[in-house]
């Protein structure tokens, strides 16, 4: 399981706020930069700002490992894992 959550940590860092990330809109726009050759940390960026919504409520976090993750990240990381997994890890 460690390996997940180090994948969740450097996928997704956003500041502690309300808002919830849309993990289907953020696995849309991650694979499809990563697909143009946009490298892994600006197409986090970018996806991480595109499918931000701050209106949403906080999700709950949950803990893996001793680490709290909140579980749209974990969502966020298993759409991304599903679309396009050739870029997990990368």
Same mark, same amino acid.
């Not at 399981?1 to 969740?8: A, N, Q």
């Given at each position: 399981?460690?390996?997940?959550? @180090? $994948?969740?940590s450097l996928?997704i /860092?956003?500041?502690? /706020?309300?808002? %919830? $990330? @849309?993990?289907? @809109?953020?696995? %849309?726009e991650?694979c !499809?930069l #990563?697909a143009?050759? =946009? !490298?892994s /940390?600006?197409? $986090?960026?970018a996806?991480?700002?595109?499918?931000? =919504?701050? /209106?949403l409520p906080?999700v709950?976090?949950v803990t $893996?490992?001793? #680490?709290?993750v909140?579980?749209?990240? @974990? #969502?966020?990381?298993?759409?991304?894992?599903d679309r396009?997994? %050739?870029?997990i890890?990368?």
């Open positions: 399981m460690k390996p997940f959550l @180090l $994948i969740c996928f /860092s956003i500041p502690a /706020s309300a808002g %919830q $990330i @849309l993990p289907n @809109l953020y696995a %849309q991650y !499809a #990563r143009v050759g =946009v !490298a /940390s600006e197409a $986090i960026t996806a991480t700002e595109h499918a931000y =919504v701050a /209106s906080d709950t976090p $893996i490992d001793g #680490r709290q909140d579980t749209d990240v @974990l #969502r966020a990381v298993r759409a991304v894992s396009c997994p %050739q870029y890890g990368d």
